[in-house]
């Protein structure tokens, strides 16, 4: 069985977590404690598709991470979903169009991908990561709301395959996200 070690204040959300991005039930997995770590035992024929990519970026799990620009990615496998977080969608107020780009296009990490327009202002959204365009949310065309109502759900913008998964080590985790907004409150 292949072994992945994590240190966490919480295991039992890493665990969960863990188990949720391969897709595994429960029952194969079996926690022991050894020492500070937690040690996952996981049967290696249930994730032999998934361990290419763990192996590539085993700190990820599929977690969403953050820029410093308020844009989120959601990886899976090798197809990111974007979007704008909850303090974004906050600072800007109510979405009453966004202006979507064509499927296909190519994107270097930091390129404007979607413009935003609330009754505040027009803002860009940047891509997190480089990547070829492969699906817009077509549903923000009739319902730009959904950018409030549901930033980091139903209001993704774009979903692009990831040309160089190591520029999402430069990304934010959650935890560290939060730690970003927080400072930026005060």
Known sequence: PSRLYAQSKSPHIHTKMLLRSLRLPSSSVKTSKI????SLNI???????????????????YAKKYTQDHEWIDVK?????????????????????????????KLAQKDVVVSVESVKAVSSVYAPVSGS??????????????????????????????????????????????????????
């Open 35 to 38: 020492s500070s770590s937690r």
């Open 43 to 61: 049967n290696s024929s249930k994730c032999m598709q998934k361990s290419a990519f763990l192996k590539q970026t085993p700190s990820r799990l």
């Open 133 to 186: 365009l492969t699906e817009v949310n077509q549903d923000l065309v009739n319902e730009p709301s959904l950018v409030n109502s549901s930033p980091l759900e139903k209001g993704w913008m774009v979903k692009l395959e990831l040309s160089n998964p190591k520029e999402l080590d430069s990304l934010m985790d959650e935890a560290a996200y939060k730690e970003f907004c927080d400072k930026a409150d005060h």
């Open 77 to 105: 496998g090798k197809v990111g979903t974007v979007g704008i977080s909850d303090f974004a969608q906050n600072a800007l107020g109510d979405v009453v169009f966004v202006d979507l780009p064509e499927v296909g296009r």
